[in-house]
Structure formats: C-alpha cells, structure tokens
C-alpha cells in the first residue's frame, strides 16, 4: 500500500523568504505525485502535478525516486500563498480519480 | 474542467439517522469518487461511482455504511447510515479531469457533517 507523509502541520515564513513544504512517499511502483491546494473560503484544486515538470505560481516540486520525495519549493513566498497544501499520490495503472493525501501542511506567508 | 456542486453544504445531524448527500457534475463523466476528510486527517477515498453498475469501495468502507446511487452520467448521492459522531467529516465529491488516469481532481465544495 502507498502513503503520503507530510511531516509539517504548520509553517510559517515571511513575505519573499524562500519556502519549502516537504512530502516524502512509500510506493514499490512508479508513482505520480501531485501537489494540491486549498486557499481560504475555496475548494481544493490541483496546483501541479511532477510529469507536467512545469512551474505554476512560482512553485516547483522535483519528484526525487531516491528519497522518495517530492517537495514543493518557492524562492519568495507571498502573502497570497498562504493555504493548506496536500501531496497526493496515484498509483501506477488504472488509478483512475484514486489518490492517497498526506495530512496536510498549513502555510501562513507574514507581512 | 468541471464544476461540481454539492448539498448540503454542511449539517447538524443526530445519532443513529442516516443523510444523504448530493453531487451534481456541470458535464458527463464515466467516474465520480468520494472522499472523506475527518477531522484533522487527510482525505479517504471511500468509493468510486459508476453510472450503470454498482460503486467500487476502498478497504475499510461498506455499501451497508455507505451506499452510493449514480442515476446518470452527471449525479451522484452518498448516503452516510446510521451516523455515529465517529462519522463528522468533511465528504468531497470529485470527478478527474481529461479521459482518465490523469490524476487531475475537480472538487465540490464539501459537505460538512457533524454528528451529535
């Protein structure tokens, strides 16, 4: 069975610091790895997803097969980006809509 | 994309009652899923809904516990039975995007219950 762990509950950084929420995996397959978001009063929504290797908001996340990892990386934080951030993975295969969530990191960006 | 719309949009519900959710897609889609997000957890999967055949459940969850209806290609009900407090949770309902097998989820809002 595959997990998500994301070891951070809550972090907090200041406008323009460099942010990093970690996500590390377990899967014996080839995974594909997700970062989802919700922002306040919204619903949760895809943000980018590891084969897509695109930057979307300024984040960018590199899926590490070695560490079994896949942390979500922004050089300068902005206010707007404080959400709640998911790692998602899917299964190889026919996965279709079945994803596993780590629990979940709050992000607060400070004036 | 897709827009999903769900109600309720949140309820206070007694012990030993059963609700049943509603998941309205804006398009037609083969697969509905729906996941629960229990308080301070991440989100479950709990089954996939098929139009024209029974719905598939993750381990842990029962067609007794949680029955599913899927009529069409853009509706969806899921019935929370017999609820006990253990069963406050946020219920999502999500359709993937594209053909499938993208991993790309569109939500609803969530249906947030609280159980007394």
């Known amino acids: 069975a595959q997990r998500v762990t994301q070891p951070e509950k809550l972090l907090s950084v200041f406008k323009g610091a460099p942010v990093e929420l970690k996500c590390n995996y377990s899967y014996s397959g080839s995974p594909e790895l997700f970062w989802y978001v919700q922002y306040s009063r919204q619903r949760l929504q895809l943000l980018l997803r590891?084969?897509s290797r695109e930057s979307i908001k300024g984040f960018t996340a590199d899926l590490n097969k070695g560490e079994t990892s896949f942390h979500l990386k922004k050089p300068f934080a902005q206010e707007e980006d404080s959400a709640m951030y998911y790692c998602a993975l899917m299964a190889g295969g026919t996965s279709y809509g079945k994803l596993t969530f780590g629990q979940g990191t709050i992000l607060t960006v400070h004036p | 994309s897709a827009v999903i719309s769900q109600k309720p949009s949140r309820d206070i519900c007694q012990r030993g009652t059963s609700l049943t959710i509603q998941c309205q897609v804006d398009?037609?889609?083969?697969?509905m899923f729906w996941y629960r997000q229990q308080p301070g957890q991440s989100l479950t999967l709990i089954a996939t809904?098929?139009?024209?055949?029974?719905?598939?459940?993750e381990s842990g969850f029962v067609i007794d516990k949680f029955p599913i209806s899927r009529p069409n290609l853009t509706f969806s009900t899921l019935t929370v039975s017999n609820m006990s407090p253990e069963d406050s949770s946020i219920y999502l309902c999500?359709?993937?995007?594209?053909?499938?097998?993208?991993?790309?989820?569109?939500f609803g809002e969530g249906s947030r219950l609280t159980v007394l």
């Open positions: 590891h084969i």
């Open positions: 809904a098929n139009q024209g055949s029974e719905a598939t459940y």
């Open positions: 398009s037609q889609v083969t697969m």
């Open positions: 999500s359709v993937e995007g594209g053909s499938g097998g993208t991993g790309e989820l569109f």
